[in-house]
């Protein structure tokens, strides 16, 4: 500083000037200002404040976006049964199948029921919850190695960074493909919802997530009602498709008949189906015996109806069909008798007329036999029948008229033996089997004989259960 008076330089603590003697005026010394002052207080107070709920609320963002309170999310959806809180944290891997409420359904149904794979779902996300905190950057790529492969399952994934500070994930669900061989006219359901085929050719549905589902495939063109249903588990699958089995005797059955133009009955009702001598497929049927079948046929002379039989295999052939009735067999076997006595008259006398029953052309050829015929002498005394020969039906295109061949074995007394060439009973008795063909005649509707040939052997009538025999 320097003197107000000569502007001589002072030193600040003389109390006159040196140079020329005028009093200096020394200020008091003013004290020294704290650095803590109110205000700085003020703002430090401040920057701290913002430092501490900076730190608190960075804690719980980091808390908020951590992958296990992801994984805990989902646990208590499970544990509270909440199927719409549930579709919230999943996602699906595929950008052609989206998450909804029936997957988050199937799944919840299923976590809650088998409580063993709940714990390994839980475990397995937790542990992937771990490999995220511990590995960070890597974390995505190891996962995506050891669990990537797993179809039907649950993925914990890394979706990005919400605010440039945190990490943010979610569950991804990993669907699969069931491979069914489901029949053409069948069709598939899961869970009572009708589900096309994606890839018929590979018989492939889907895609489903992971759960329990209720399979059902029904046949709306099948001559019953049939359904066969199947539970089927997709859950931790290490292929890209599960099989599903159906466990059933449902199979493609097919049937033969003994003769063409036949009405088919299934289970007592009539079908609109008819069968013959080629193969007719009836499509998809039980063959556990719970389904019946049978066939019935309209000849000249009425119609015929085999018995029921329970369909047990793929492939069905009626071949033991009654052409004629019990009733109209009997009425056969009688006409054959009096034919057979009036046979013998013929022969005897030469004159095929009095061979009532027989064709015109039958008569001739007796009465050319006659004439061949010397010291007859032939009484009938019993008529055996092949009761399984009534099913010998042929259709004569020629005569345009169907025939059946009957095996027959006469015994007659025959003491003259004009039979010497057949078995004989005792000396006075002959017994000679016989291959009758009879036919309708639908002008006086009445069966006929066309023409018998003697001599076939004995094999027809070993068993005597199909025997029918008249005592004359």
């Known amino acids: 500083m320097n003197c107000q008076q000569c502007q001589a330089p002072l030193s600040g603590t003389e109390g006159f000037c040196s140079q020329c003697g005028a009093k200096v005026n020394i200020a008091p010394p003013q004290p020294k200002k704290p650095f803590f002052t109110k205000k700085r207080i003020q703002i430090f107070a401040v920057v701290g404040g913002v430092f501490i709920a900076g730190g608190i609320a960075y804690q719980v963002g980091s808390y908020i976006h951590s992958p296990d309170r992801v994984v805990r999310a989902l646990e208590k959806a499970v544990e509270n049964e909440d199927a719409e809180g549930l579709v919230k944290l999943l996602s699906s891997n595929r950008d052609d199948w989206e998450v909804g409420l029936k997957e988050a359904e199937a799944l919840l149904d299923y976590l809650k029921e088998d409580e063993r794979s709940m714990d390994r779902v839980m475990t397995t996300l937790f542990d992937q919850a771990d490999m995220y905190r511990q590995q960070s950057g890597d974390a995505k790529r190891d996962i995506d190695q050891i669990y990537g492969d797993v179809s039907a399952s649950l993925l914990l994934k890394e979706t990005g960074r919400s605010w440039f500070l945190y990490d943010t994930y979610e569950i991804e669900m990993i669907p699969v493909h069931l491979e069914a061989s489901v029949p053409e006219e069948a069709i598939l359901y899961f869970n009572d919802e009708e589900v096309p085929a994606v890839d018929k050719e590979n018989d492939l549905y889907g895609p489903f997530g992971p759960g329990k589902y209720e399979l059902k495939m029904t046949f709306p063109d099948a001559l019953v009602d049939v359904e066969v249903t199947e539970t089927v588990t997709l859950f931790d699958v290490y292929s890209d498709r599960e099989h599903a089995l159906f466990d059933s005797d449902v199979r493609e059955v097919s049937v033969t008949a003994a003769h063409d133009d036949m009405d088919l009955y299934v289970n007592g009702e009539k079908t609109d189906v008819t069968v013959g001598e080629g193969e007719t497929s009836l499509g998809s049927l039980p063959t556990d015996g719970s389904v019946t079948m049978a066939v019935e046929k309209s000849f000249p002379w009425g119609k015929v109806r085999s018995e029921d039989v329970e369909i047990d295999g793929g492939y069905m052939y009626v071949d033991e069909f009654p052409v004629v009735s019990e009733e109209q067999q009997g009425e056969i076997m009688e006409m054959l008798n009096e034919h057979r006595a009036q046979y ?42 092949a009761l399984p020969s009534f099913g010998e039906l042929n259709y004569n295109g020629g005569k345009e008229r169907y025939e059946i061949e009957l095996e027959v074995a006469y015994t007659h007394k025959d003491p003259n033996e004009f039979y010497s060439f057949s078995d004989r009973v005792d000396k006075d008795h002959a017994r000679v089997t016989n291959h009758i063909a009879v036919y309708y005649d639908e002008g006086n509707k009445k069966w006929m004989v066309s023409t018998s040939q003697e001599g076939y052997g004995d094999y027809a009538f070993r068993n005597e259960e199909d025997v029918k025999v008249y005592d004359l």
């Open 344 to 385: 013998v008259e013929a022969l005897e006398s030469g004159d095929g007329a009095k061979m009532k029953h027989a064709s015109k052309e039958y008569q001739e050829e007796i009465e050319e036999a006659a004439e061949h015929a010397d010291d007859i002498d032939l009484k009938l005394k019993k008529a055996e029948y």
